[in-house]
């Protein structure tokens, strides 16, 4: 139990010296590539959802100002616009969660999303900033995954994890509830449905808010 305690502890600690790591530099170029490795994230769920649902994809493409934008046609409008902020929250979530798996090395596990990215760069991303981006983001990755220690390995893929978590409630917070005149996801989904946008953000960020807690929650049981 001690030694359990001292982990749980150990999480603690080191959470809340990334938040407020992450607090002081959010405007810094320190954390900008997360920023825009979570538009990545973004425009990929749209993209899934299209494509699961029998559309196509034309492209995507990043903007150095943290936009994105998925080109395609077809698949379902309504989970297509809602995959967006949610998909990021969800495969933010997914690589705090893969960060804890034992049966698998974490470098391992960091270059296959480096992997990930690289190919998704490669298939969809057709815009100059987004193709040196998706690259030299992916590549780094890669190559952290060969040549960190495990431990570093794993503390780098939670924050990555939590930090697209956080941008993702962050980004609902600003694009719908704070501007809700924006031609946002909320915005094209209100027009489809009928339902407001400032009602599809609060219901998105009540869903962000609980994943991020229960995610939280689970970590810490798990330390």
Do not use: C
């Amino acid at each position: 139990m001690a030694t359990q305690s001292r982990r749980r502890l150990n999480f603690i600690l080191g959470f809340s010296l990334y938040f407020v790591a992450v607090w002081y530099l959010w405007y810094t170029p320190v954390i900008y590539p997360l920023k825009i490795f979570v538009v990545l994230l973004h425009e990929a769920s749209h993209a899934l959802a299209m494509l699961a649902t029998g559309g196509t994809v034309s492209h995507i493409t990043l903007d150095p100002n943290q936009g994105g934008l998925m080109v395609g046609a077809g698949g379902w409008a309504f989970l297509t616009l809602s995959a967006g902020y949610l998909g990021s929250l969800a495969l933010g979530a997914l690589l705090v969660k893969a960060s804890q798996w034992k049966r698998v090395a974490p470098g391992t596990l960091l270059a296959l999303v480096g992997g990930v990215v690289l190919a998704l760069t490669l298939i969809y991303v057709r815009n100059a900033f987004g193709l040196f981006f998706g690259f030299a983001f992916g590549a780094s990755l890669v190559v952290s995954g060969r040549k960190l220690s495990p431990d570093w390995s794993r503390r780098l893929m939670m924050g990555i994890g939590l930090t697209s978590v956080l941008y993702a409630i962050l980004d609902i917070k600003s694009d719908i509830l704070d501007r809700p005149h924006l031609r946002s996801d909320a915005a094209m989904l209100a027009e489809l449905t009928g339902i407001p946008t400032v009602a599809w953000g609060i219901i998105w960020i009540t869903i962000a808010v609980v994943a991020a807690g229960l995610l939280l929650r689970s970590a810490y049981r798990s330390a």
